[in-house]
């Protein structure tokens, strides 16, 4: 474990919270693996200070394993944390730090698994995958998607790290986010009823928006295997109005959907549109309701009958799940890449909370998993 742990350590020093750059964390992670004999490339996000990895080692052929891991972690603002949360801190089983459950603990195995592959004759290549601004949508990988058919070939399968407890996840809700502006009529609130209130129409959009989820949830698909087992409809904020004597003109909601891979994002925002025209109807060149998608990903659903599960449960020991948090799988499983979510610690019990820690058992059982996939490329 002392390899790993080392790496660990190092990379929790890096405070990639999303909005910050990764790109030091991405120069330790290129060092490391180019005296390991990896090829690799780099992909550049637009705005040039965060960049995704792609890595590999073995023959240059189809197929392979592939472990992916994100380098972005969720702030620590507003937390109250009884450990530097960009310092590795170790108490008995326990090792604490931002990002040691979700998920550079899962990254640190990846990379001290190139310490064995170095040395292997492998007869299919080992592939490793970086990805930058997941926490924030999956942001990141959106835009590595269009840059990896060409260097990623078809690997048989596919590993995302998040934590799963180390059991094989092979399906996950997909999302969208949305901005929704809310334009109405400014005016005095002593005359309120003349004019078109954002913030009623706002209110008024949200109720509609509930009564939707009623009927998802009444007729909707279902899929048990979920805590929640139908498509979800949130909303999350509510800004409006500046003082109370005065009719508010606008009015901003966040909203999201969690959908099921069977329900199509595209005819439940069709809905979300057809409400804000028949809200708008009263207000002719007055009222405006506007949804602006911010980001999404696509849900995963492998179907249980893939060899990739076989392999990766006889890897892992561990049984079949889904998880209610998203991942970037479903990109990949999009690129025809066979793929599942297995990863150590428990996104539940771990992340994103003050302290969060991973065990020492878990990281050995992630450890454990990764060489029996390395072998496997023998």
């Known amino acids: 474990m002392t390899t790993s742990l080392d ?6 020093s890096f405070d990639t919270v999303s909005h910050r ?73 326990r090792l604490f730090g931002r990002g040691t459950t979700d998920m550079k603990g899962f990254l640190s195995e990846m990379l001290a698994l190139a310490d064995l592959a170095q040395n292997m004759p492998l007869r299919a290549p080992l592939k490793l995958l970086i990805s930058y601004d997941e926490e924030i949508g999956c942001v990141g990988m959106r835009h590595m998607q269009n840059h990896l058919p060409p260097i990623l070939g078809k690997p048989e399968l596919a590993i995302v790290g998040e934590p799963t407890e180390m059991q094989v996840a092979i ?22 009823p003349k004019f078109a209130s954002a913030l009623h129409l706002a209110v008024d959009f949200v109720k509609e928006l509930r009564a939707l989820q009623t009927e998802i949830t009444q007729v909707g698909h279902r899929d048990e295997h979920y805590a929640i087992p139908y498509s979800t409809i949130h909303v999350g904020t509510l800004h409006s109005g500046s003082a109370l004597n005065i009719v508010p003109d606008k009015a901003v909601l966040k909203i999201e959907i969690r959908h099921l891979v069977e329900d199509d994002p595209n005819v439940i925002e069709k809905r979300f549109q057809q409400i804000a025209e028949t809200l708008m109807s009263p207000y002719p060149d007055i ?11 696509p849900g995963l659903a492998i179907p249980v009958h893939e060899a990739a599960i076989t ?66 490329l023998v």
Not at 42 to 69: M, N, W
Not at 172 to 186: C, L, N
Request: aromatic share 6%; net charge negative; hydrophobic share 35%.
């Open 7 to 12: 790496i660990l350590d190092r990379l929790i």
């Open 21 to 93: 750059s990764n790109i030091g964390l991405i120069e330790y992670v290129e060092d490391h693996l180019r005296a390991r004999n990896f090829r690799l490339h780099r992909i550049r996000d637009s705005k040039q200070d965060k960049a995704g990895l792609y890595a590999e080692i073995g023959p240059q052929i189809e197929g392979g394993i592939l472990l992916s891991a994100h380098s972005d972690v969720v702030p620590v603002d507003q937390q109250v944390w009884s450990k530097p949360p960009f310092q590795l801190t170790r108490e008995g089983d």
């Open 171 to 192: 399906g996950h809700k997909g999302k969208r986010a949305y901005h929704v502006d809310v334009t109405g009529q400014s005016g005095h609130s002593a005359l309120a």
């Open 287 to 297: 009222a405006e309701i506007q949804l602006h998608c911010e980001a999404s990903y």
């Open 311 to 376: 392999l990766a449960q006889n890897w892992s020991g561990e049984t079949t799940s889904k998880v209610a948090f998203g991942t970037e799988a479903g990109f990949l499983s999009e690129l025809g890449v066979p793929t599942v979510v297995c990863g150590p610690g428990s996104m539940t019990d771990q992340g994103h909370k003050p302290d969060e820690y991973i065990s020492l058992k878990q990281l050995s059982k992630c450890s454990i998993m990764l060489e029996r996939a390395l072998q496997y």
